[in-house]
């Protein structure tokens, strides 16, 4: 059975005391997640240990880094390796976020080396891939989604395909109040395992979590859900609410 996911992003948000406050809160509910239900918090760089030791004793809790660098180390001021996340024991990364492609610039060739960086050391990337507005108007969104996938992940082997978390994120939709209705959320989720079927085979196809990123909230989460090639949800705003957030968690199938 697929992993059924919600995945907090902070992005740059919170001092460290409110960040503590609200994991404490998360996880003070007492949350029963099943053995497919996982929750993960991605949180800024300076609060990862902060949170990992918070949600250490918690199942199926977990936490991510928002990013990581495509170097293996050295004279890169402010980056931070794969290794220094694996060292830390950070499970996941974020990798591709919308908003490190539209703000900071970052190519398909770079986000498929920061891909192949997280995998060897043993990470597992959270890929982002969707399209913005204009894209979207001119329903050009297939084929935009799939030329992500194809230039940064299907170099992979079917074996480290497997090991990929994909969110996808139509960007007119983040921060903008806007929501994908929950069927555009399942034609193109179903349309992104397509590929991958095509590419390794519907067994690898079948195993790998679809997660939507577009102003999920508690109100619209069972919905979106529901869907049976959605896996959950890639959250933003919403998962700075404990109460939200807990209403996005107990929303998973």
Sequence with gaps: MRKKIAAANWKMNLTIDQASTL????TSAQLALATHQLAIFAVPFPYLSLANNLVATQQNMFIAAQNCSDKAAGAYTG???ANMLQSMQIPFVVIGHSERREIFNESNAQLAAKTDIALANGLTPIFCCGEPLAVREENNQ??????QLQASLFH???EQMSKVVIAYEPIWAIGTGKTATSEQAQIIHAYIRSLIATQYGESIADEISILYGGSVKASNAVEIFSQPDVDGGLVGGASLQAAEFIAIINALP
């Design 23 to 26: 994991l404490e809160d998360i």
């Design 79 to 81: 980056e931070v390796s």
């Design 142 to 147: 297939n084929e935009y989604v799939a030329a």
């Design 156 to 158: 992979l082997s079917a």
